[in-house]
């Protein structure tokens, strides 16, 4: 009798990992923005076209009890709430919409079969996009707010192996940004805004873009609407490209292989203002030519 | 399996706090607002349609000016004088007299035109010359775009935005009288900016004239963000003041000016921008004359006399205008922006017009530009006004303009463009006169009717006229003036080498000019024919060179030369407006920053032989050398300047407006300290 249970259950064990690998059910974890929203409805989408199944799970008082009920092979985790609260489920998770700057400040325990992907974009990107956008410009500022202060040392160097310089001065209050600025701004041709609450925020973007257009420098910036206010140039993830490396990410914890503890974004869209390229007398490459020429060095 | 719910409600807890304090996601994806939108982005000059020329605050601090009508001398093609000490007269290929009308003179976009006179009283102007961000100069008719009167330049003055966290501090002591101080401050943070600045500006003038003169002024401006897409912005200006007048005698003359403005932006995130705006102004100036003159009588009827003559005369103007553009995001090849404006003068003054009650100006125009990038090579312009004014003609302005690149860096421009000069109140309405004071007539009245009947002529006519002196005496039915305007120039941007240039062929046809012209009118002294009358009446062909390089040849140096060479031929001989422009004039700026923080830069001015019109003297070609040294320190951590400028620095006694105002050397100390 006992024998034939465990074949039984050895059967059973079998036929459900079996059935999980031919369609594994992924529990969509969310935090409840906008974008993460955004997200999991293209992951939604995506998951259903492949023939997966998937549930989707707000962050909130209840999602603890919803997560005990859901048995899913794999999770993802949209924003960093979610991504702390599914961090020991001890299945294969791939975490996204998460910043640099939230993982230093909440350092994340190390799980098995895990992956995160940030949305900053990795540094060597960044300084290969000023070289290829501003072929004679080798100056580069940059605000660091408390975010940024401590990577100082790490963007001088890696700028410094491009053949960059960066000139970096620090802000530690909303009100310093324009006078730094006006002390900034001579010794460089090019700012870098990198994501940094303190430095780009919604009060702090007018005065900045303001003061950065009377010079004449050009912004290379984090964001899609940071172009629209007035940056030269953004380099960003969109939601769509987030997901597509969420599900290919996916696909390989699925599969068994390992993956990279933290990722940087894999797919990105290098958007040029063109109204303001031309105001500040720039000839900048197509759009299309620097993402691709971007895409090449990387 | 007991750990399991233990460590989910830790992950949990630890997730809610993170929550609450942690970074966001949405630095990445959080709106912003949209700053950079089409009214405050420039134009690359490279792309204008028109010829501009753009003066930046570098420029500004280079040139040593203190007023900023001595900015437009770097401006090929501009000359500025003097009438007295504070009235200048800033004009563009001549056809100028000390009201210079045919030029339109704008603040942020926003006309400062006299609604009175017409020209600019650029003494009254509510900003110090630190408040300006940059000045775009039109040389050429610009009617296409801003309507009456942008008609042989057009001067768009913009000033400095509020950013917050700036403030200010300049002083200017020096020869002459000169004592300015300015105070600048702006502040405010996330969604409200404001910036405020006020100060004073005095000096003594021309020494062969009573005319020192003093303003004082202030502008106040405020941008309210209200969301991501929609901004509000609001400003208020006010200038008084006061000046010695000394023409015939000497008398006071005071002026009070306020604006206001409130404009409604809204940004798309396509990129496309809409606003509405209100504009109110209003001005008010006092002169008040109080002379003896002489009548000498009627042998044995009417003994001579010294009559008080009492004219206060007041003129008060004011201006309201609504005004509403949208301009299409650019995304595509095609960008174009389309409007109208709404504007209403009134103006009063018994003195000017013998009439106690308000004469009204009123003014719509519709309008439409777009520019069409048909390849990389070839851009294409076009646009139009249409107006309506109650003074002068109901017309359309349009202009056409083609810009093609022959290489990298080297372009050539084509365009022909239209546009008309309205009269003004002045010249259509002016009665500028004065009456048979009350102590004659009280004298004519005591003559026995006999004696009256027995006066042999003239007198007996004379005795009969109320009007004692008549200024002018306008006959009305004026017609805008037309001007057709076509140049074609060559540009240069050459960043690898340093050098920006323009030379640029211009060709003008002037119809319509209204000229002065003197007319005889019965006066109680007799018939007198130095009164005058405003007829269109005359044409004139305008044709020229004009060309300005700008060469940076080292770090820290840099050079801007500007020459024209100007040629104004017309039929009406007696008018002599060849005359009144300089055959040729040239200008050169040269700035280089020197070790240990010092800075100098030196200018040379050419102005050939000319006269202005409505009575100056002919004038001889005149030579100026400017020269300012700075030197920039740091005061208690704050950045500092101290310079030391010297215009005319040669002391070249030439002639300005007429042959007794002699220019002559002026000195002054100027400190600067911002923080």
Not at chain 2, 435 to 445: G, K, M, N, Q
Not at chain 2, 472 to 497: R, T, W
Request: glycine share 8%; no cysteine; aromatic share 8%.
């Amino acid at each position: 009798m006992l024998q034939r249970l465990i074949w039984l259950t050895l059967l059973l064990a079998i036929w459900a990992s079996a059935s999980a690998g031919a369609a594994p059910r992924i529990v969509v974890v969310r935090d409840d923005t906008p974008v993460a929203r955004q997200v999991a409805d293209m992951l939604g989408r995506e998951f259903s076209r492949l023939g997966w199944s998937s549930g989707e799970l707000v962050v909130g008082d209840r999602l603890a009890a919803d997560l005990r009920r859901e048995e899913g092979a794999a999770t993802v985790a949209l924003g960093f709430a979610a991504v702390q609260a599914t961090r020991q489920l001890g299945r294969p998770t791939v975490g996204a919409l998460v910043t640099r700057a939230a993982m230093e400040e909440s350092p994340l325990p190390p799980a098995e079969r895990s992956t995160v992907i940030m949305l900053d974009q990795p540094v060597e990107r960044w300084s290969a996009l000023v070289r290829l956008a501003f072929a004679d410009r080798f100056l580069v500022g940059l605000l660091a707010g408390p975010t940024l202060q401590r990577s100082i040392r790490t963007l001088e160097r890696k700028f410094q192996e491009r053949g960059l310089i960066l000139v970096a001065e620090t802000v530690n209050s909303g009100e310093s940004i324009v006078p730094t600025l006006d002390r900034l701004l001579p010794r460089t041709r090019v700012l870098l805004a990198l994501p940094d609450p303190l430095v780009h925020n919604r009060g702090t973007v007018q005065p900045l873009l303001l003061t950065t257009y009377r010079a004449g420098i050009p912004v290379v910036a984090y964001s899609e609407p940071y172009l629209n206010a007035g940056a030269t140039i953004s380099l960003y993830s969109t939601p769509k490209q987030v997901s597509e490396q969420i599900v290919e990410s996916l696909q390989q914890l699925l599969d068994g292989h390992p993956a990279a503890a933290v990722q940087s974004p894999r797919y990105f869209t290098v958007g040029v203002n063109r109204a303001v390229a031309r105001s500040l007398g720039l000839s900048l490459p197509s759009d299309g030519e620097l993402q691709e020429r971007l895409q090449a060095a990387d | 399996m007991s750990k399991k719910p233990v460590l989910l409600l830790v992950a949990l807890a630890t997730a809610r706090i993170t929550f609450a304090a942690g970074a966001p996601a949405e630095p990445f994806f959080d709106e912003l607002p949209v700053v950079l939108s089409a009214s405050r982005l420039v134009q690359p000059i490279a792309d204008a349609p028109a010829a501009v020329t753009v003066i930046d605050r570098e420029t500004i601090r280079a040139s040593g000016a203190r007023q900023v009508q001595e900015l437009f001398r770097l401006v090929p093609g501009f000359v500025v004088g003097y009438r007295d000490g504070h009235e200048p007269s800033v004009s563009y290929q001549g056809l100028a007299d000390g009201y210079v009308r045919r030029l339109q003179v704008m603040i942020d976009g926003v006309s400062i035109y006299s609604p009175v006179y017409g020209g600019v009283d650029w003494r009254e102007l509510p900003i110090a010359i630190d408040d300006i961000e940059r000045i775009e100069i039109v040389r050429g008719p610009n009617g296409a775009s801003f309507g009456a009167n942008a008609f042989l330049a057009m001067i768009n003055i913009i000033t400095r935005e509020a950013v917050g966290h700036e403030t200010g501090l300049t002083l200017n002591a020096g020869s002459d009288g000169i004592a300015d101080w300015n105070v600048r401050h702006s502040g405010g943070s996330g969604n409200l900016l404001y910036r405020i600045s006020a100060g004073q500006r005095a000096d003594n003038g021309f020494d062969a004239l009573s005319d020192n003169s003093r303003t004082g002024f202030m502008n106040l401006r405020a941008n309210l963000r209200l969301d991501s897409a929609e901004e509000v912005a609001a400003s208020v200006a006010a200038s008084s003041g006061s000046g010695q007048i000394d023409e015939n005698f000497v008398r006071p003359q005071n002026f009070e000016n306020y604006h206001g403005n409130l404009r409604w932006t809204r940004t798309t995130e396509a990129g496309s921008e809409f606003w509405l705006q209100l504009h109110h102004a209003q001005r008010h100036l006092t002169e008040d004359e109080h002379y003896l003159t002489r009548m000498p009588g009627i042998p044995g009827v009417l003994p001579a006399m010294n009559l008080p003559v009492d004219m206060a005369y007041k003129v008060e103007a004011t201006r309201d205008e609504f005004e509403a553009q949208w301009t299409a995001g650019s995304t595509s090849a095609l960008r174009w922006l389309g409007g109208g404006q709404l504007r209403q003068d009134a103006v009063r003054s018994p003195g000017l017009f013998d009439n106690p009650g308000w004469l009204r100006n009123n003014l719509w125009r519709l309008f439409a530009s777009a520019e069409y990038r048909v390849s990389e090579r070839l851009l294409l312009h076009a646009g139009a006004t249409y107006e309506h004014p109650s003074l002068g003609d109901s017309g359309l302005s349009p202009r056409v303009a083609a810009i093609a690149t022959l290489a990298p860096g080297h372009s050539l421009r084509f365009s022909v463009s239209r546009a008309q000069r309205n009269p003004t109140p002045y010249e259509e309405f002016t009665q500028h006169g004065y009456a048979v004071p009350d102590a004659l007539r009280e004298a004519v009245a005591a003559i026995p009717p006999q004696t009256l009947a027995a006066l042999p002529e003239p007198y007996k006519t004379m005795i009969q006229q109320t009007v004692y002196r008549q200024f002018a005496l306008a006959s009305g039915g004026l017609a805008s003036e037309k001007v057709v305007a076509a140049d074609i120039a060559y540009q240069a941007h050459l960043p690898a080498l340093h050098v920006d240039g323009e030379l640029r062929y211009f060709h003008n046809r002037i119809t319509g000019l209204i000229y002065t012209f003197p007319i005889s009118v019965p006066t109680f002294t007799g018939l007198k024919n130095d009164s005058w009358d405003f007829r269109n009446r005359d044409d004139a062909h305008v044709q020229g060179i004009e060309g300005n390089v700008n060469w940076s040849p080292w770090t820290g140096g840099q050079v801007t030369v500007a020459a024209t060479h100007t040629r104004i031929r017309s039929s009406n001989l007696d008018a002599n407006y060849a005359a009144t422009v300089p055959n040729r004039t040239a200008s050169v700026l040269l700035r280089q920053q020197l070790p240990a923080d010092f800075a100098v830069s030196a200018g040379y001015y050419f102005v050939g032989p000319m006269r202005w019109l409505s009575g100056g003297d002919p004038l001889p070609a005149s030579e100026r050398f400017d020269l300012r040294l700075a030197h920039t320190f740091l005061w208690d951590g704050h950045r500092a300047e101290l310079s030391a400028i010297a215009q005319n620095l040669t002391d070249r006694h030439y002639p300005d407006f007429f042959e007794y105002l002699i220019a002559r050397r002026l000195a002054w100390l100027q400190l600067k300290y911002e923080y």
